[in-house]
């Protein structure tokens, strides 16, 4: 149950580059994360508070000495060729977050030689832990330590949102780059994404523990509705800006204002945009509560969250409302939601952690009634950022 990258991980990626190519290369770690609160603010020039956790996307990278490109998905067993001067998407998708990358590098003028690349991972896949930004971010981490490019760890994250957003088509804000690249042993992050200014908030309370509880759906509209909801933010945004032309993001308005010029036009962009404000406000009150050692607090904020991602922003699911529905009263848990970008995945929930057994068995008991499914179960722990892995 407990998230750990094992060093066999590690090792089997080592030995497949070796196997493949023969020379020793460059390991990188890059890891998942959890979203405490915040969520759908990120793209809103919003406040996040993610945490890089103990889940990894391991990459072996070597030079070659042509203009190609070499890839290799331990877990899928499948392998990728592309050329340096003519990347397009690929119909295995997950080159595209790889390749993404290496275009961004490009179009900032770095010089990106050819290479080969092997990577595996034990983030679960579509569970809503962000292993596709941390295979961007071990990659561009990666590239720029290969080839001595001299690029910031902010602008490796940014590179890496933007693979995404071009090459991959999804509209996502930054922070599971940020987490994945900024993560730091028991802190989170509060990352402010309008002018990426961040500040680490420690999180290691004895008694309490993170519990990730995977619904094992991933529903297909997550891609298109996430756009879909971006593409409301700003409808928001444009109806108050005929107003109030100093207006730039949902960060600048308040509920005033939605009521005024918003709610009359258009009442789903209304419940879209009260959603992010009243979430952005949330979680500043939710830091105030950290500072306080008040989790009881916390916690409550975490349910209202998920309340209103299920009903005013619509971005939750039958699933995943039933996970949240099971530990409502139940003593164990402080607070859960649904984390990320939603439609699927996993709640978080914060946990007494003298309880934590107990409660994992009666939830996925009761899941599985409720729902004919199996849920998982991770204890997620916080751990540091993107580094270079020593041998
Ligand atoms: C996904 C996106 C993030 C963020 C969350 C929702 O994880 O990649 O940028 O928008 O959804 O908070």
């Known amino acids: 149950m407990s ?30 994360r959890v979203n405490l609160i915040g969520e759908h603010t990120d793209y809103n020039q919003g406040l996040v508070l993610p945490a890089a956790i103990n889940k990894n996307i391991i990459v072996a990278i070597g030079k070659r000495d042509d203009r190609h490109i070499q890839l290799y998905a331990l877990d899928q067993q499948e392998s990728f060729d592309a050329a340096l001067n003519a990347l397009e998407r690929s119909p295995l998708l997950w080159p595209d977050y790889i390749l993404g990358v290496v275009q961004q590098l490009q179009q900032r003028g770095h010089d990106v030689g050819g290479f080969n690349l092997v ?31 001299d690029i910031s760890r902010l602008d490796i994250a940014l590179a890496a949102q933007a693979a995404e957003n071009e090459f991959v088509g999804v509209k996502c804000g930054l922070m599971d780059q940020f987490a994945s ?19 680490y908030i420690p999180f290691n309370n004895p008694d309490l523990c993170i519990v990730l509880f995977d619904t094992q759906v991933k529903h297909s509209l997550a891609s298109s509705a996430y756009n879909e909801r971006r593409e409301q933010c700003e409808r928001g945004v444009a109806l108050i800006q005929q107003h109030h032309q100093h207006v730039k993001s949902l960060r600048d308005v308040t509920i005033e204002q939605l009521d005024e010029y918003v709610k009359p036009v258009d009442a789903t962009v209304y419940n879209r945009c009260h959603y992010v404000v009243s979430e952005i406000k949330r979680l500043q009150d939710g830091c105030e509560d950290l500072k ?44 859960a939601r649904m984390m990320g970008g939603g439609f699927g995945g996993c709640t978080i929930n914060l946990v007494k952690i003298d309880q934590v057994q107990n ?24 751990s540091g950022g993107t580094n270079v892995i020593l041998d």
């Open 181 to 199: 690249v900024f993560g730091k042993e028991q802190q989170l992050i509060k990352l402010d994404c309008a002018d990426f200014s961040y500040d």
């Open 359 to 382: 409660l994992v068995d009666t939830v996925i008991g009761a899941y599985n009634e409720r729902t004919g499914r199996t849920a998982q179960a991770y204890i997620a722990n916080i």
């Open 3 to 32: 998230i750990t990258t094992t060093t066999s991980l590690q090792n089997a990626v080592h030995e497949k580059y070796l196997e493949l190519h023969g020379d020793t290369p460059l390991l990188v770690r890059s890891p998942g």
């Open 119 to 149: 990577f595996g991972g034990d983030i679960p896949q579509g569970a809503g832990l962000s292993s596709s930004a941390a295979l961007e971010c071990a990659t561009g981490f990666a590239l720029n330590e290969l080839f001595d490019l």
């Open 292 to 335: 306080n050692d008040d989790f009881n607090a916390f916690g409550q904020r975490m349910f209202e969250t998920h309340d209103g991602l299920q009903h005013l922003y619509e971005v939750s699911c039958d699933e995943l409302d039933v996970l949240v529905d099971l530990v409502r009263d139940n003593d164990a848990v402080l607070g």
